[in-house]
């Protein structure tokens, strides 16, 4: 089964950029979709199809997806973006939704 | 505005059957645009699949869950179900009731998630 693995944490200061990677075999065929997850809160959208926002999500918010890594990338980053970050592909082969481990943003 | 909500009983016993609906408002169930999806969320842990349904009634399963797993759709009701049998403490979880575009498999709208505790 397809496996999507992602750092468990990423700290980064106020003001600052962070950068949250989803690695994958060959993840860069596939299409990537990001969400934030606050405690106490369902995952909301943030990036979908490697690079683009819903409606309402900041521009700080991007997406990249290159060979085996997916990367999302906050600008500025904010207190209010302390959250975990999950990305998600679409495994054809499989026929499944296939989640990473999760990343824990903090903000020092 | 879509809006998802999930319901059904809180707490399960052991193999017993987790039944839970969700109910969508502000949008059609039927519209061909889109998945009907399940994803839970052990406590502290992260984001598993359990499965989604199509209008037409057509279903995908994780292969982990897939004997124990049973989605149905109500477009009367503009609601969608999910069984799961022979429940273990393990199934302890935020389930979420989702909405997943068609050909992005991306999930624009969730519920608030409702936990089941499996317990005696």
């Known amino acids: 089964s397809y496996v999507l693995t992602q750092p468990p944490s990423v700290s980064v200061a106020p003001g600052q950029t962070a950068r949250i990677t989803c690695g994958g075999n060959?993840?860069?065929?596939?299409?990537v979709h990001w969400y934030q997850q606050k405690p106490g809160q369902a995952p909301v959208l943030v990036v979908y199809?490697?690079?683009d926002r819903p409606s309402g999500i900041p521009e700080r918010f991007s997406g990249s997806n290159s060979g085996n890594t997916a990367t999302l990338t906050i600008s500025r980053v904010e207190a209010g973006d302390e959250a975990d970050y999950y990305c998600?592909?679409?495994?054809?082969?499989?026929?499944?939704?296939?989640f990473g481990g999760g990343t824990k943003l903090t903000v020092l | 505005q879509v809006q998802l909500q999930e319901s059904g009983p809180g707490l399960v016993k052991p193999s017993q059957t987790l039944s839970l609906t969700c109910t969508v408002s502000?949008?059609?169930?039927?519209?061909?645009?889109?998945?009907w999806s399940w994803i839970r969320q052990p406590p502290g842990k992260g984001l598993e699949w359990i499965g989604y349904?199509?209008?037409?009634?057509?279903?995908y399963y994780n292969t982990s869950l897939k004997s124990r797993v049973t989605l149905s759709v109500d477009m009367s009701k503009n609601q969608f179900s999910l069984k799961l049998t022979s429940v273990t403490a393990a199934d302890t979880a935020v389930y979420y009731c989702?909405?997943?575009?068609?050909?992005?498999?991306?999930?624009?709208?969730w519920g608030q998630g409702t936990l089941v505790t499996v317990s005696s």
């Open positions: 349904i199509y209008y037409s009634g057509s279903t």
């Open positions: 502000g949008g059609s169930i039927s519209s061909g645009d889109y998945y």
């Open positions: 998600q592909v679409w495994d054809s082969s499989s026929d499944h939704v296939v």
């Open positions: 199809d490697d690079r």
């Open positions: 989702v909405r997943v575009g068609y050909s992005s498999f991306a999930g624009d709208y």
């Open positions: 060959n993840i860069g065929s596939k299409s």
